[in-house]
Each structure stands twice: as structure tokens, then as C-alpha cells.
T-cell receptor, first 114, second 111 residues
Framework: NAGVMQNPRHLVRRRGQEARLRCSPM?????VYWYRQLPEEGLKFMVY????????ESGMPKERFSAEFPKEGPSILRIQQVVRGDSAAYFC????????????FGSGTRLTVV | QKEVEQDPGPLSVPEGAIVSLNCTYS??????FMWYRQYSRKGPELLMY????GNKEDGRFTAQVDKSSKYISLFIRDSQPSDSATYLC???????????FGTGTRLTIIP
């Protein structure tokens, strides 16, 4: 039973380019969460999605960031016109639903903006 | 003031010692409490999950929640070098909503 799969593991983008981060939840999990981790900091919530719905995007920056979880395929976190401050580790987590007892995290995508 | 406070350490203890890790929080609505372990350049791994106040034990790990004091703890008995990692506390008011994390405590177990 594969865990939460994130790809790519490492992503390098030049300033102004777009970054696309993908997350495939564990089998049977319909809830997906994205978190960002800056060096020496804890994880910061970005967005919570279910299939075809954004449930909570209170942690998403107002501009340049978007997320989706389509009916088919992985969840995508998209960052347009990246800046150096976007360099961070981005983690995806999934859960099967209410009362599930914690989330399972993927190994993350480390984005470096040069 | 942060919603969740956690001493970043670093904390170094000899192998076999009992380790105590702690977090305090300010949001009285938090009911779900978790501890995650994160190895360098890896994703967080769920260690303990508790609801409301009380104790929970799993092998060498014990989690305690004191909601009246807004204080949670993780104890590691018979610590091993493989326990060397960053430990993150996390909490939420309702199941399946966003987690609020502490900044993590970096722990090193010295052989």
C-alpha cells in the first residue's frame, strides 16, 4: 500500500517561472492538505481540499498560488511567477475522512527558486 | 504570541535516558493533539494521536494532554540513537481540519 506520493522531490525554477507540485493521496483517502515548511520553522497550513472542492484555503497567499484536486488524478499546487521567497519544502498530507486520527504526510517537494 | 509554542532546542540526551518534549497552546478550542517525528529532509511521521485530555501510551512513547493548563507532553523511554530527529507537536479544534504546528524540537540521542 503506497503512501502519499509527491513529485517531483526536488524542483528548481528561475524567478518568474511557474512551479507545479503534484500529490497522490493514499489509496482510499479523499482529503488532501498542503503545508509549507521554511528552514528552521514548523509546517504552515496552506489549503485543504476534497475531490473537486476547496474546503479551506485560509493559509494560501492571495496571489500566485492555487490548488486543485480533480475528480481524476493527483492534487496540484501551482505557484505562478515564483520569487525567491517561495523557496521551501512543500508537504502534502492525506486522510480518509472524519475521525480518522491524524494525517499521513508525503516526503515533500523541495522548491528552490534561483 | 504564537498559537502553539514549542522549545526549538536543540536537546541532547544520552542513550537510555527518558526524554520529555512539551508544547503549550493558547487556543482553548483545540481538542485533537498529535506528535510527529521528522527526520532530516523527510516528511513528518505520525507518532501519537490523542483526543481531549488524558494519557496515551504506545511502546516507548507516552503522550499527555492537560487541557486545563493548555500543555501537552511526549515522553520517550529508553531513548535510542534512532530517535534522533525533530519532534513536532500539532493540534486542531476539529477532526479533519487544518493542523497548527509547533516549530519543532531537535533531539539528539548520544550513544
Amino acid at each position: 500500500n503506497a503512501g502519499v506520493m509527491q513529485n517531483p522531490r526536488h524542483l528548481v525554477r528561475r524567478r518568474g517561472q511557474e512551479a507545479r507540485l503534484r500529490c497522490s493521496p493514499m489509496k482510499g483517502h479523499s482529503h488532501v492538505y498542503w503545508y509549507r515548511q521554511l528552514p528552521e520553522e514548523g509546517l504552515k497550513f496552506m489549503v485543504y481540499l476534497q475531490k473537486e472542492n476547496i474546503i479551506d484555503e485560509s493559509g494560501m497567499p492571495k496571489e500566485r498560488f492555487s490548488a486543485e484536486f480533480p475528480k481524476e488524478g493527483p492534487s496540484i499546487l501551482r505557484i505562478q511567477q515564483v520569487v525567491r521567497g517561495d523557496s521551501a519544502a512543500y508537504f502534502c498530507a492525506s486522510s480518509p475522512g472524519a475521525g480518522s486520527g491524524g494525517y499521513t504526510f508525503g516526503s515533500g517537494t523541495r522548491l528552490t527558486v534561483v | 504570541q504564537k498559537e502553539v509554542e514549542q522549545d526549538p532546542g536543540p536537546l541532547s540526551v544520552p542513550e537510555g535516558a527518558i526524554v520529555s518534549l512539551n508544547c503549550t497552546y493558547s487556543n482553548s478550542a483545540f481538542q485533537y493533539f498529535m506528535w510527529y517525528r521528522q527526520y532530516s529532509r523527510k516528511g513528518p511521521e505520525l507518532l501519537m494521536y490523542t483526543y481531549s485530555s488524558g494519557n496515551k501510551e504506545d511502546g516507548r512513547f507516552t503522550a499527555q494532554v492537560d487541557k486545563s493548563s493548555k500543555y501537552i507532553s511526549l515522553f520517550i523511554r529508553d531513548s535510542q540513537p534512532s530517535d534522533s530527529a525533530t519532534y513536532l507537536c500539532a493540534m486542531s479544534a476539529h477532526g479533519n481540519e487544518k493542523l497548527t504546528f509547533g516549530t519543532g524540537t531537535r533531539l539528539t540521542i548520544i550513544p
